[in-house]
């Protein structure tokens, strides 16, 4: 079997740096080009090659292809991989290093430790064995593509199926009912039957979300407690009474489903709301300065402007705010972009001002104080038009907990009518029931095998 180079998917490379260009290989997210639909599944690729032999492993196998490929290496090529789990996509990082190993020695890569063990258990000693992990830069950088490569693929998919007008889906309860979105499907399962997947700006992958809760379903498993029940009546009771109508949050084989779960784990940082506040004495400079964080946690919810601590209840108001005090027009500069860029420059510009750095110029300061003064004298107060460096898949995270701007990005320009969201604000900040273990083992499909 040949490792298949032909599929890597080349179209972003231009705007990665280049320190990345050494990374060549096949990354199989994208396989199937011709269908447009964006893939509904991670990995597509089933069959892959021993990075050292001819013998090839599914790893879609019911039986734990994965296992056995890595119980392959290293019983008899003695190759142990660090921190498997974690790896975005496996069989890309196999054909990878098959590749790599093709024409390189094994030591190159990886470190080497001596066991007084065989692979077998016998005892033996100062026997050879080798580590392949992210100590070595090169396999750092493959891993860092590869969760890269699949967050754009995640944000693509759910971009995708916010919009795709072809759900057409019958209700898992009722007969009269058939969707034509996604969203309609999920928050009609919640308005009529109480059904609670999580809010559908949150999900990922809603087709095989769908398949298996209607599969539970059918097998009279409870989706909550997963407890199984003689027979349907007796099921939707149990889930009614119970308030059992949603789906078990520690369960991480839901992870997948939520597109939180795809966050990269490096920067940009999340700020939680209590370091947000230490931060606010550091913002001594607005007037009004006693309306700002007292009412944070209050029952009204307000909004911050983007660039100082004044906050207010109502969204055109701060927006005027940040005309007058900042000379910078949201509507304006947003204008003509989609939802998801909208998202992204507002967490760019909460970013560059937490880490106090020049939106417009990314120039540098220590201080807020200094920051201001250079943007009020650049009249900095705007985005660049050369670069887009808010336009990047991180920013999609929001940069504060909690940031109600977020909830006022609908897409309000009249350009054409827009569909069927009567559900007013989109929220983007994510509950805490769907920030389920960022760091598990939830970011491959095959892992799952292994459980
Ligand atoms: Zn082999
Ligand atoms: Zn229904
Ligand atoms: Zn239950
Ligand atoms: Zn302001
Ligand atoms: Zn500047």
Same mark, same amino acid.
């Given at each position: ?211 298996i809760v209607q599969d539970k379903l059918n097998q009279?498993i @409870?989706l909550? $407690? ?7 009546? #007796? &099921? %939707?009771? *149990? +889930?009614?009474? =119970? ?61 911050? @402007?983007?660039? $100082? ?7 055109? #108001? &701060? %927006?005027? *705010? +940040?005309?007058? =005090? ?126």
């Amino acid at each position: 079997m040949e490792a298949n180079t032909t599929n890597n998917i080349s179209s972003k490379d231009s705007h990665e740096e280049s320190s990345r260009s050494s990374i060549v290989g096949p990354l199989n997210f994208a396989k199937d080009t011709s269908s447009l639909e964006p893939p509904t599944s991670l990995v597509n690729e089933r069959t892959v090659p021993c990075m050292f032999c001819s013998n090839v492993y599914d790893f879609h196998s019911r039986d734990n292809g994965v296992d056995q490929y890595l119980a392959h290496l290293y019983l008899v090529h003695r190759l142990i991989v660090g921190d498997v789990k974690e790896i975005a996509c496996l069989p890309s990082y196999c054909y990878y290093w098959r590749d790599k190993f093709s024409s390189e020695p094994v030591d190159k890569y990886c470190s080497s430790m001596l066991l007084n063990q065989l692979p077998d258990g016998t005892s033996s000693s100062n026997e050879k064995y080798f580590l392949l992990s992210d100590i070595e830069p090169l396999d750092y950088e493959l891993r860092q593509r590869l969760k890269r490569e699949k967050l754009d693929l995640v944000l693509t998919r759910h971009q995708f199926e916010r919009t795709d007008r072809n759900y057409r889906r019958d209700c898992l309860y009722c007969r009269d009912f058939r969707s034509e979105t996604r969203p309609e499907f999920i928050s009609h399962l919640y308005a009529k039957h109480f059904l609670l997947l999580g809010k559908s700006e949150h999900l990922v992958f809603v087709d095989e979300l769908i398949e298996i809760v209607q599969d539970k379903l059918n097998q009279l498993i @409870c989706l909550y $407690c997963e407890k199984v029940f003689k027979d349907r009546p #007796t &099921l %939707k009771e *149990h +889930m009614r009474k =119970k308030g059992h109508k949603r789906i078990n949050p520690d369960n991480h084989y839901y992870d997948r489903f939520f597109l939180v779960n795809y966050r990269l784990k490096q920067k940009p940082e999340y700020v939680p709301i209590a370091k947000r506040k230490e931060e606010s004495s550091v913002f001594n400079s607005d007037d009004d300065s006693d309306s700002d964080w007292s009412d944070w946690n209050g029952e009204e919810q307000t909004t911050t @402007c983007l660039f $100082c601590t004044h906050s207010e209840a109502n969204i055109d #108001t &701060l %927006k005027q *705010h +940040m005309v007058d =005090k900042h000379s910078f027009d949201f509507t304006q500069t947003v204008h003509g972009m989609s939802f998801y860029q909208r998202v992204k420059v507002v967490n760019f510009i909460r970013r560059q001002m937490h880490i106090r750095k020049c939106i417009t110029c990314e120039q540098q300061f220590t201080d807020y104080k200094s920051l201001c003064e250079h943007m009020d004298t650049e009249e900095h107060y705007r985005l660049s038009k050369e670069s887009n460096g808010w336009d990047q898949p991180e920013y999609f995270f929001p940069t504060y907990e909690d940031d109600q701007f977020l909830c006022h990005l609908e897409e309000i320009d009249n350009e054409e009518p827009t569909t069927s969201e009567e559900d007013g604000s989109i929220v983007i900040s994510e509950d805490l029931n769907a920030r389920i273990n960022i760091d598990a083992e939830s970011l491959s499909l095959e892992n799952f095998s292994l459980q």
